[in-house]
């Protein structure tokens, strides 16, 4: 696995074989340098693009969120289990006509109540294979 640390060691060596080199002309010593820098940006990249990114504590809901929201402006309802990524369940709603997303409180009687029915109706459609 490549090590970003080990990039200063790669160009101190490569740095001190050119500088040494006598029998090297000023343009080949250019295009080495240049080809070691290509070479070094790919191999960095390839290290960047390969390291994982898990945001820690970015929940969707940054308050409490709401603690009712009309059945009849309801279009979508997505709910979120405690990961690493946030600690606490969300819901979010997406809202009809304007597709406006509101952050549902979870502890609310009412998201209780949309929790059960939502898992009903997920266990009920399970059941026909819908």
């Given at each position: 696995?490549?090590?970003?640390h080990?990039?200063s060691i ?11 080199s006598?029998e090297?002309?000023n343009l080949?010593?250019k295009t080495m340098r240049s080809a070691?820098?290509?070479?070094l940006?790919?191999m960095?990249l390839a290290?960047?693009?390969g ?5 820690k504590g970015r ?9 009712f929201?009309?059945?009849?402006n ?5 709910i979120y289990?405690p990961?690493?990524a946030?600690?606490h369940?969300?819901?979010?709603v ?8 509101k ?7 009412f998201?209780?109540n949309?929790?059960k029915?939502f898992?009903q109706?997920?266990r009920?459609?399970?059941k026909?294979?819908?």
């Amino acid at each position: 696995m490549f090590h970003p640390h080990a990039t200063s060691i790669y160009i101190r060596t490569i740095s001190s074989f050119l500088n040494s080199s006598s029998e090297l002309s000023n343009l080949q010593k250019k295009t080495m340098r240049s080809a070691v820098v290509l070479l070094l940006t790919c191999m960095l990249l390839a290290y960047v693009k390969g390291v994982a990114i898990a945001p820690k504590g970015r929940c969707l809901c940054m308050d409490g969120g709401v603690n009712f929201i009309p059945h009849r402006n309801i279009a979508n309802i997505n709910i979120y289990h405690p990961s690493s990524a946030c600690n606490h369940m969300e819901i979010i709603v997406t809202l009809k006509d304007v597709a406006e997303k509101k952050c549902l409180n979870p502890e609310s009687r009412f998201a209780q109540n949309l929790i059960k029915n939502f898992q009903q109706n997920k266990r009920s459609l399970e059941k026909t294979g819908a």
